[in-house]
């Protein structure tokens, strides 16, 4: 039988990836729950790529994205280039209306990959086939610190009406940011009408942020079903593409510094939501958590302390100790000032800048998208689309006040110890606790 005639019995998801790919004898491939890890021959710590597959697919399949030939072959190209090539099935293909649950699916995936002893966790590449391109949005928004390049090959980027929307790759493409992200599109000629249009849009957004290889005669999924010499020149030059930029060297960044210890007690007064807790144990109404907003320092001598507030003070003294020694034994000797200055700190107040300044959108792009933070009676939110939901109402009143009585910082921590006044409850002492990683805020919980 032919080879073309062969192909053409199998179904499109079966087909060969474009690039002939063998696999070196030193190479291996270990499945990881719903990761398979295709590791380079080489044992020394490299970068690594995570390829999205997209979706929805037929729900009789029988083999599973992350063994469809593209994929194996994108994952093994990269394998055999010194890089870990990473495949992860995930909720996707059961829908478009499970698109919330991909995004949790691709974040603990980027989690588990980074955790990876063979893995350089500040040099990863995201990669986003067809329906996964819906799930770039939220990384090209927030732009954590270890994200070095996000490639987006023939992506879907409009959500379809009645799916619930993430982040819109096209709106948050081109807006300045303090990192800058390279992103590479791969461009299909012949893509699909309800396709083609939201692309133009994110390119016309991107502007000079935005790289292009266009494939004029390609067609949706031209990596497996186009077997051309321009399939195979765009898919190596897009894999040299992530490659030169997974290979700068990241021990450039400046070192962190250490911590101080110098004590002081200047108490500053900032607005926003904070979570306090009614009698039964569920949040108050008004009283509702969010990043502690700007910081407007007043000179110690001219404040005077009422004596409510004072006895609230001085009642949640013994808290923020506590709060404090309960972080990990590793971290290093904590900081006590309400100023108290560290790169976590400055992550918290860029985050209190966002809030009093009522840019919502600035506010979650200081928090990672897998961020974690818990109320004061237990409840846990995770994910940034989850902290929008709950803010978006508190950003558009700002009714809450809260006064900075002491910070304390420790390594990745930011200990906060504020009253929140709220009018019904009157002055309430509450912990904020915020921990922060590669630049962004990656948990919170508010203790009262």
């Not at 394998?79 to 829908?95: C, E, F, K, P």
């Not at 096209?170 to 800058?180: D, F, L, R, Y």
């Not at 004029?216 to 195979?232: A, N, V, W, Y």
């Not at 409510?308 to 923020?320: C, I, N, T, V, W």
């Amino acid at each position: 039988m032919r080879e073309d005639d062969r192909m053409a019995e199998l179904p499109v998801q079966l087909q060969p990836f474009v690039l002939e790919v063998a696999a070196a004898a030193d190479q291996r491939v270990d499945r990881v729950g719903q990761l398979d890890f295709h590791r380079p021959g080489s044992t020394a710590r490299t970068g690594a790529i995570l390829f999205v597959h997209g979706g929805p697919v037929p729900a009789d399949l029988d083999v599973l994205p992350r063994d469809w030939p593209v994929y194996t072959g994108y994952a093994s190209a990269a394998a055999q280039r010194g890089l870990v090539g990473v495949t992860v099935d995930h909720s996707l293909i059961h829908g478009l209306d499970r698109l919330i649950d991909a995004a949790d699916d691709v974040e603990a995936a980027i989690a588990v990959l980074r955790a990876d002893p063979q893995v350089d966790p500040n040099r990863i590449a995201l990669w986003f086939f067809s329906g996964a391109g819906l799930l770039a949005g939220e990384w090209l928004d927030s732009r954590p610190d270890w994200l070095r390049c996000v490639l987006l090959s023939y992506p879907r980027l409009a959500t379809p009406p009645g799916v619930d929307e993430l982040v819109s790759a096209a709106e948050v493409i081109g807006k300045p940011a303090n990192s800058v992200l390279p992103v590479l599109l791969t461009r299909v000629g012949r893509e699909r009408e309800e396709l083609a249009g939201p692309v133009a849009e994110f390119v016309s957004a991107g502007g000079a942020a935005l790289d292009i290889i266009d494939v004029p005669k390609g067609q949706h999924g031209f990596d497996m079903l186009d077997h051309t010499d321009e399939s195979r020149a765009a898919v190596t030059k897009a894999l040299d593409w992530a490659i030169a930029h997974l290979g700068e060297d990241p021990s450039a960044q400046l070192p962190i510094p250490a911590p101080t210890s110098q004590p002081t007690s200047t108490p500053t007064t900032t607005t926003r939501p904070t979570a306090t807790a009614t009698a039964a144990g569920a949040p108050a109404a008004a009283g509702t958590p969010a990043g502690p907003a700007s910081q407007q320092v007043a000179p110690a001598t001219t404040r005077t302390q009422a004596p409510a507030d004072q006895l609230a003070a001085e009642s949640a003294s013994g808290a923020l100790t506590a709060a404090a020694s309960s972080l990990p034994a590793s971290a290093s000797a904590p900081s006590v000032s309400a100023g108290a200055d560290s790169p976590a700190a400055r992550v918290v107040r860029r985050e209190q800048a966002a809030y009093l300044a009522h840019d919502l959108e600035a506010f979650l792009a200081m928090y990672s998208p897998t961020a974690q933070l818990q109320l004061a009676d237990g409840t846990v939110m995770r994910g940034r689309r989850s902290l929008r939901e709950y803010y978006r109402p508190h950003f558009e009143t700002g009714q809450c006040k809260t006064e900075l009585i002491q910070r304390i910082t420790l390594g990745e921590w930011v200990v906060d110890h504020s009253l929140v006044h709220d009018s019904d409850q009157g002055p309430t002492p509450t912990i904020s606790l915020y921990r922060v990683q590669e630049g962004l805020i990656v948990e919170v919980r508010f203790l009262a």
